[in-house]
């Protein structure tokens, strides 16, 4: 009578099981078929394009033993507790560096598991630019200036009001942050920037060679200086100037010399409406000041000193001290100066002008719809100032988001 070893006969199955399982799994190449949404139904849909930050599916088979994913030849981190042998949930680098990248990996996701490796034909693309700031809004025609923002990759053109573009000597930085262009000629015309990129165009909400919105004072047309400095439009002082400009200048400040108004170191405005009244209630942070200021000799210590202070009660004030992040600071021409006005402060509790609470509301700060400004250089330090020597143009306030 034949026996049989029930206990090795179960022990070669469970083998050959196993070393079947194995070699199917040397032959699992990957596949992907799709990506999709990451959001619940009925937003899971198959996705034509992504961008930089958003979370995706890529789906398929063959992903059980996956150690490499990449967006646009780009490495990719992934959690391993969110791959199954058919999906995989990703998120793409939010900090894609567009422009070093391989322009032949571009639109493209790359599985590499233990088996193989894939690669599907998808467009990774970031959102159109973003335009922040300008270094200097009102720039003459030659005149350098800087652009800043985000998803600067790959740009074509910046479009100046009017229509004006320009296409070449475009200075970008691989964070794709900023972007330096030249002023073009015949730019008469008031508007917004525009950046066009292989991925769309962004539009400024900043107004490039704009002397008329918001504007409280230009020291020509819209002139409402009342007192206190010099105003001159000597261009040999300060070049690049826009006709008249504030000039503030004076020798040996002493330490502790709050005197702004003996020393031609004040800019005072005859009151006006600075915003509609209906936007008063406002909030504040939606707002800015913006003025042109250039700094000609080094800044080391001392304090300008900004507000319409309602009824000169000096409640909120902006310190202007670029000297705190910039030590011996000094402007090579004019450059814009943007202060939300959320950050008008009351004063601190040791007594600090604008160094205490935020404004909340429009109206925290300007008070009523017909104020006075105030730009006061004082020097809140024991150090003396050697010289001072610094223009002011353009004072203008409006809104900064849509």
């Keep these: 009578m034949r026996k049989y070893n029930f206990p090795i006969l179960v022990l070669l199955l469970v083998l050959l099981t196993g070393l079947w ?19 619940p139904a009925p937003n899971d849909s198959t996705l034509t394009l992504a961008g930089p930050g958003q979370t995706v599916v890529i789906q398929g088979n063959g992903f059980a033993s996956t150690t490499r994913i990449y967006f646009n030849g780009y490495p990719t981190p992934f959690n391993s ?48 630019a973003v335009l922040l700031s300008a270094s200097n809004e009102n720039a003459l025609a030659g005149e350098r200036i800087t652009i800043r923002g985000n998803n600067f990759f790959f ?8 229509g004006i573009a ?26 917004p ?13 900043f107004l490039f ?41 004076q020798d040996a400040i002493s330490g502790n010399n709050w005197d702004w108004w003996n020393g031609k170191r004040g800019v005072i405005t005859n009151a006006k409406d600075w915003l509609p009244a209906s936007e008063l209630n406002n909030p504040a942070a939606n707002y800015a000041m913006k003025f042109d200021i250039y700094v000609k000799e080094p800044w080391s210590t001392g304090v300008l000193l900004i507000g319409p ?53 429009v109206s925290d700060v300007i008070g009523g719809i017909d104020e006075i400004a105030k730009f006061m250089f004082v020097n809140d330090t024991a150090t003396p100032i050697d010289k001072l020597d610094i223009a002011i143009d353009n004072i203008r306030v409006y809104k900064i988001v849509k």
């Design 193 to 205: 920037l525009q950046v066009v990129t292989k991925f769309g165009t962004g539009t400024s909400l």
């Design 155 to 162: 740009v074509e053109k910046v479009i100046f009001p009017g």
């Design 21 to 39: 399982a194995c070699k199917k799994d040397s032959d699992g190449k990957p596949v992907i078929t799709k990506l999709r949404a990451i959001s």
């Design 81 to 128: 507790a969110l791959l199954a042998d058919d999906n995989i949930v990703v998120t793409i680098p939010a900090d894609m560096p567009f422009a070093s990248l391989d322009p032949a990996q571009l639109n493209t996701v790359k599985v590499v598991t233990r088996n193989g490796e894939v690669v599907f034909n998808f467009p990774v693309v970031p959102p159109p």
């Design 209 to 249: 060679n704009d002397y008329a919105t918001g504007m409280i004072s230009n020291f020509d047309n819209i002139n409402n200086f009342s007192w206190g400095c010099t105003i001159t439009d000597d261009a040999g002082l300060f070049p690049g100037n826009h006709g008249k400009y504030a000039h503030l200048q």
């Design 309 to 361: 202070p309602p009824n000169d009660t000096w409640v909120y004030m902006y310190r202007y001290e670029p000297w705190k992040t910039q030590p011996g600071f000094k402007s090579t021409g004019w450059i814009t100066v943007t202060v939300p006005l959320s950050e008008f402060r009351k004063k601190s509790a040791s007594g600090t002008d604008g160094a205490g609470d935020q404004a909340a509301k």
């Design 166 to 191: 320009v296409t070449t000597n475009l200075g970008t930085v691989a964070a794709g942050t900023s972007i330096d262009v030249t002023v073009p000629a015949g730019v008469t015309q008031a508007g």
